[in-house]
């Protein structure tokens, strides 16, 4: 039987530091509602503005996996691996935080606010060697289509994810109707409005808005304007989750 969890906009969890302007989707920091600590092994998705040169100061993280997508702006990437990276819009980045790994993030920018999506899923295995990866997907290839960023099998043109989970975009036009059909039977889908309206198995939704879907096997989306989408499947059932 589908189910729906309808998360409008407005309900997210939100704090603003001055320096950074945050929007939590899930239950994080001060923010905590029983209803939404998790979606399955999604755990976290925040919606972030950092002022310009302003960010996270070096802390520590082990068995998550952690992915930021710039929406706009670039994010400044130093970890503990020595590793020293600038994510750009448009590009995808992943990090295996593992068996433990310390990292900072800063707005790469002295003049504009980056805006970002900081996405933590519960991995598959824990304990594993930290690792990073970061891949540009141009915006023409999901233009009315499906566009996979992230995936658990290492063959796919997307980064790897050490969990059963998939990451998809897709840019649609005013009018255009396309179908997601799950990976794998018992998952759930977690839709996630970047910009636009659309209107998903007969759920209106507007930006920022986000829809977690179970007991399906396809979606159904129909742009009421033109739209940014993101949508996010992960199994339901964990061995365990902290």
């Not at 239950?27 to 302003?54: K, Q, T, W």
């Not at 970047?194 to 507007?206: C, F, K």
């Amino acid at each position: 039987m589908t189910k729906n969890i309808y998360h409008k906009s407005s309900t997210r969890g939100h704090a603003n530091h001055g320096w950074l302007d945050s929007h939590h989707s899930f239950s994080f920091a001060g923010y905590y509602d029983p209803e939404r600590v998790h979606f399955g092994a999604l755990r976290v998705l925040n919606d972030d503005i950092v002022s310009p040169g302003m960010g996270f100061g070096t802390h520590p993280h082990d068995n998550m996996e952690i992915v930021s997508i710039p929406l706009s702006g670039s994010l400044a990437h130093k970890d503990s691996t020595g590793r020293s990276e600038i994510i750009r819009t448009g590009e995808v980045q992943i990090m295996s935080a593992g068996s433990g790994i310390s990292h900072s993030e800063y707005n790469a920018s002295r003049e504009d606010n980056v805006n970002f999506l900081q996405i933590w899923i519960f991995p598959k295995s824990e304990n594993i060697e930290p690792r990073y990866e970061q891949k540009n997907f141009p915006k023409e290839d999901r233009l009315n289509k499906i566009q996979t960023i992230v995936s658990p099998d290492a063959k796919d043109a997307a980064i790897w994810i050490n969990q059963d989970a998939w990451f998809s975009l897709t840019d649609l036009e005013k009018g255009k109707e396309i179908e997601y059909t799950f990976r794998k039977s018992g998952d759930g889908v977690y839709a996630f409005v970047i910009e636009g309206s659309v209107n998903i198995n007969g759920q209106a939704l507007d930006k920022r808005d986000g829809l977690g879907i179970t007991g399906s096997d396809k979606l159904s989306i129909v742009a009421n304007s033109d739209a940014e989408l993101l949508l996010i499947e992960v199994p339901m059932k964990l061995h365990s989750i902290k």
